[in-house]
């Protein structure tokens, strides 16, 4: 294992104790499953100006690693108040802050890995496959040795605090390479891939995410209160186990079936996903329909991530992907984590499942509106090797 193996393999224990955990921290705290979705979408919003922030700051004045460890530490020092207020107002600053720093550093850690792996292109997906491992992994011990008390809000920061501590520390081993050489930004094209081709993507893609703030903002709620588990949140590693070999084969799928089939596909999976949700609130179905995590975000987020790098200039794959992190991942889940409370608090977790398993079937009737169209030559301005596979939000 290199040094980025290892960074982030614990980065990512860090997102398995402070994701599925934290949505059991709010309601421990008292907060009603209104003001959870209020403060879960509040989260996802602010997720959406931290990295765009520090990756401005990284690339105006360096020091990715920096920021990376103090991002880090924003995050234990939040944490610790959150864990002695019951106040909707002060919480849900405290959330702000975590959003804005909680994801930042895995970004910053791409951006060191590409100036230090030699051939990132082909050697990425074999380094970040580590992170994965991690989360799976943390949540497997913390579960097999009854590490913490989902009905404490106190074991569970305490759990996150250790995390980011070791992650800290692993922080310090990175290289960063100083002295880059700035490229001067260039447009190919009238819109620099930027047509109405992107926009359909970026609708259908948000369309995506909606129903999958469905699993990710109550995921691990819906099985304490439908399922009667008490320790619900290591359901959450098999979903991470899954996505691991699609990490080296996602490119190999894109190459046979072609970008439009893949991304149907993994839009599909997660209607399916949540229908099962919905109708069969069964543990026995519940863990194996985890395995489809590897479609609806590993496949899903492969795809995506290839067709932006064929579809738009290098010069210009920066702003495609800070368009993509917010306008297709961090606004939906906002909206669908803010309005999900509300369907809980009024109609129950059925309803919830079934109207956000729509959305992507909206989507896919999107993808089919842009046919063809969305798949992108290999030979265009970013085309990458079908070996790699790629991930980013969780």
């Known amino acids: 294992m290199t040094r980025f193996s290892v960074h982030y393999f614990l980065l990512f224990t860090v997102m398995a104790t402070a994701g599925p955990y934290f949505q059991l921290i709010l309601r421990a705290r008292g907060f009603s499953v209104v003001e959870l979705g209020h403060l879960q979408g509040l989260r996802a919003l602010a997720g959406m100006c931290g990295?765009?922030?520090?990756?401005?700051?990284?690339?105006?004045?360096?020091?990715?690693?920096?920021l990376l460890a103090g991002c880090l530490v924003v995050v234990g020092l939040l944490l610790i108040p959150l864990n002695v207020t019951s106040s909707?107002?002060?919480?849900?600053?405290?959330?702000?802050?975590?959003?804005?720093?909680?994801?930042?550093?895995?970004?910053?850690?791409?951006?060191?890995?590409?100036?230090?792996?030699?051939?990132?292109v082909h050697q990425y997906g074999r380094v970040r496959v580590w992170g994965s491992v991690?989360?799976?992994?943390?949540?497997?011990?913390?579960?097999?040795?009854?590490?913490?008390?989902?009905?404490?809000?106190?074991?569970?920061?305490?759990?996150?605090?250790?995390?980011?501590?070791?992650?800290?520390?692993?922080?310090?081993?990175?290289?960063?390479?100083?002295g880059a050489r700035r490229r001067r930004?260039?447009?190919?094209?009238?819109?620099?891939?930027?047509?109405?081709?992107?926009?359909?993507?970026?609708?259908?893609?948000?369309?995506?995410?909606?129903?999958?703030?469905?699993?990710?903002?109550?995921?691990?709620?819906?099985?304490?209160?439908?399922?009667?588990?008490?320790?619900?949140?290591?359901?959450?590693?098999?979903?991470?186990?899954?996505?691991?070999p699609m990490l080296f084969y996602a490119g190999r799928f894109i190459g046979r079936f072609g970008l439009l089939a893949m991304l149907g596909a993994s839009m599909a999976a997660v209607s399916l996903r949540l229908g099962v949700y919905a109708f069969v609130p069964a543990l026995w179905v519940i863990l194996p329909i985890q395995l489809l995590h590897a479609m609806t975000f590993g496949l899903f987020h492969a795809a995506s991530i290839e067709f932006?790098?064929?579809?738009?200039?290098?010069?210009?794959?920066?702003?495609?992907?800070a368009l993509y992190l917010s306008l297709a991942s961090a606004?939906?889940?906002?909206?669908?984590?803010?309005?999900?409370?509300?369907?809980?608090?009024?109609?129950?977790?059925?309803?919830?499942?079934?109207?956000?398993?729509?959305?992507?079937?909206?989507?896919?009737?999107?993808?089919?509106?842009?046919?063809?169209?969305?798949?992108?030559?290999?030979?265009?301005?970013?085309?990458?090797?079908?070996?790699?596979?790629?991930?980013?939000?969780?």
């Open 308 to 321: 932006i790098r064929r579809k738009v200039p290098r010069e210009r794959f920066g702003l495609a992907m």
């Open 134 to 178: 991690g989360f799976a992994a943390a949540l497997v011990i913390i579960r097999v040795l009854g590490l913490v008390d989902e009905r404490s809000s106190t074991s569970m920061i305490t759990a996150i605090l250790i995390a980011v501590g070791l992650c800290l520390v692993s922080s310090a081993f990175l290289r960063e390479r100083h």
């Open 88 to 120: 909707f107002w002060i919480a849900a600053a405290l959330v702000a802050g975590i959003g804005c720093t909680v994801r930042t550093p895995i970004p910053l850690t791409d951006a060191l890995a590409a100036g230090e792996l030699e051939d990132p």
């Open 185 to 244: 930004v260039a447009t190919t094209g009238a819109r620099g891939g930027f047509d109405a081709v992107f926009w359909l993507f970026v609708l259908a893609a948000a369309l995506h995410q909606i129903g999958m703030t469905a699993h990710y903002s109550f995921f691990t709620i819906y099985l304490q209160d439908v399922l009667g588990m008490e320790s619900a949140a290591w359901v959450w590693s098999i979903g991470a186990v899954a996505e691991i």
């Open 331 to 394: 606004l939906p889940s906002w909206i669908g984590s803010s309005l999900g409370g509300h369907v809980i608090e009024h109609w129950g977790y059925p309803t919830l499942y079934l109207t956000y398993a729509a959305a992507p079937l909206v989507g896919i009737a999107l993808l089919a509106m842009g046919g063809e169209r969305l798949n992108v030559s290999t030979s265009g301005a970013m085309g990458v090797s079908h070996d790699e596979g790629s991930t980013d939000e969780r």
């Open 51 to 66: 990295p765009l922030l520090v990756g401005y700051l990284a690339d105006r004045f360096g020091a990715r690693r920096g």
